[in-house]
């Protein structure tokens, strides 16, 4: 993975000065901004209102026997926001997404409709990546918003439906409002925003990189998801440590 | 390879110098020399995996020598305007169509892509290139429907869009029935008549070499064995120009 690096950077580069052009693919990207994120937004949604769930049952009981009520939607507010959203929705769509686009482009690269864009002076970067890196950059930070809000509901849910916890669900955001301002919903949208150009780069980097038939096509899809994982969480740490300071 | 809509029709040269490609420790172009008039059609023959498809890549500017030059025009391929000044297509052998895309905007893609016209214009140039290659009906098809004979026509429908001056053609009769060959042997032919393109052909189709070239090359193990008309290669006495053109199945007795 790490001697792909270089070449990624590079990728993203030309992809950033291939900006100008993007008004003009821009059916290209409402189209990858629907696929991302209008055909990702339940699975989001089931799967946020979970964590948020877990969160508070793993939590609350304990909270409440110590008497700290009052932290219990605080604590699952916080960790949904900074940490939970951002990573696990960054975590779903590199495997929904950025094993879509690999084997999409990798599968043009392999059967050679890459080289027939070169051929017409069609720049793969401005025709393939561009649109998706755009798509990927508003769609991931717009569903991780979501997945916080989901998560909370579904923390307060599970709060209130369990004895042990039994907090109101008004009264668990009441102390939620106070505990959470908006810095902590901005850090975890910032950090979506750069897990987003992770997925975006290392996927389509693999997807033009593919080499072979469907082997090489299922490799590059395999590399894009692990890559992208491996990188999200190492950032991940990177950028908790910067927002901290 | 060019936004230019200019309509000059006059085909461009081509001429290769000392072109060698080496893949790892495989030597697949040991130093080839050729030149390609204007308005030629040139058949480049030969074995598989002589070096015919890698040497076109090259043409093409899909691939970069290891050494010598190409040459279009008397320009180098290396000259970033050369592929602005020209207009070349490249028909793949796979036909390598968009498949997310529909028969019509395959075939609309450069125009679109380059804004070179009005969507109206695009619709109408479309079909009118479509039924060139007898494809009229097909423009609201998807790839996968079409068959290998389609797809290809297709892809010619796609290179005629940008009015090319230089049209590269690999193994465009390979996969194909004997009636289809012909069409599409026609086909290159009428182009090449109708707007002069110079045409450069890889086939190992002995019948369409024949048929249709000007002059013909054959490449024997990354090397040009023969070069010359149809008749002066079909009198070579070169072993490998003999077994190759000569070569036929022979049921056992």
Redesign the interface.
């Known amino acids: 993975m790490f001697q792909n690096i270089g070449e990624m950077v590079l990728l993203f580069w030309r992809t950033l000065r291939a900006l100008p052009q993007v008004w ?1 693919q821009r059916e290209k990207v409402f189209e990858q901004f629907f696929e991302i994120g209008n055909a990702s937004l339940l699975m989001v949604a089931v799967l946020s209102f979970f964590i948020g769930g877990v969160l508070a049952l793993q939590t609350g009981p304990t909270m409440v026997e110590r008497g700290l009520t009052n932290f219990v939607s605080g604590l699952v507010g916080i960790s949904m926001a900074r940490e939970l959203a951002p990573i696990m929705m960054a975590i779903l769509i590199a495997g929904r997404i950025g094993s879509a686009m690999a084997a ?1 482009i990798g ?2 690269r392999v ?3 890459i ?8 720049n793969p970067v401005n ?1 393939l990546v561009l649109p998706r890196l755009i798509a990927i950059t508003f769609a991931l930070p717009m569903l991780v918003t979501f997945a916080i809000l989901v998560g909370w509901l579904g923390g307060a849910v599970v709060a209130k439906a369990t004895p042990a916890i039994d907090i109101p669900i008004q009264s668990f955001f009441e102390s939620m409002k106070i505990m959470i301002d908006l810095r902590d919903v901005a850090n975890g949208v910032f950090k979506s925003w750069c897990f987003a150009w992770i997925i975006g780069i290392v996927s389509c980097h693999q997807g033009l990189v593919t080499r072979g038939g469907p082997r090489g096509i299922g490799r590059s899809v395999t590399k894009a998801v692990v890559n992208s994982i491996v990188l999200i969480v190492m950032f991940d740490y990177v950028l908790t440590r910067l927002l901290l300071e | ?3 230019s809509t200019s309509t000059n029709h006059h085909g461009i040269s081509v001429q290769v110098r000392g072109l060698k490609r080496d893949f790892g420790t495989q030597s697949v172009l040991k130093g080839i020399d050729l030149d390609v008039k204007p308005g030629e059609i040139f058949v480049l023959m030969g074995p598989s995996g002589s070096g015919k498809s890698v040497l076109l ?1 090259h043409i ?3 691939e970069k020598p290891d050494a010598g030059e190409i040459l279009i025009n008397g320009e180098s391929i290396e000259n970033d305007n050369v ?2 000044k020209y207009r ?3 028909v ?1 052998q ?1 036909g ?5 895309l529909t028969v019509g905007e395959n075939v609309g ?2 125009l679109r ?3 070179l016209k009005s969507p109206e214009e695009i619709a109408r140039i479309v079909a009118e290139k479509l039924e060139v290659v007898g494809l009229k009906d097909a423009e609201k098809k998807m790839p996968s429907e079409l068959s290998g004979g389609m797809k290809k026509r297709v892809a010619i429908a ?1 290179a005629l869009v ?1 009015e090319p001056q230089l049209i590269l053609y690999d193994e465009p009769t390979s996969e194909l029935d004997p009636l289809s060959s012909i069409v599409i042997g026609e086909e290159i032919l009428k182009l090449n008549e109708r707007i002069g393109v110079t045409s450069l052909v890889v086939s190992h189709d002995r019948d369409l070499a024949f048929g249709i070239g000007h002059r013909i090359a054959v490449i024997n193990e990354g090397q040009i064995a023969v070069m010359g008309t149809p008749d002066e290669v079909k009198r070579s006495d070169h072993p490998i120009v003999r077994n190759f053109i000569h070569a036929d199945f022979k049921r056992a007795q």
């Open positions: 003009r999409e599968s043009m059967y050679q409709e080289d027939a864009l070169r051929t017409m002076n069609i025709y | 390879m060019t936004n890549r093409i500017g899909l592929a602005d070349m297509a490249m793949f796979s390598a169509l968009l498949n997310s893609l450069y892509e380059h804004r796609r940008i």
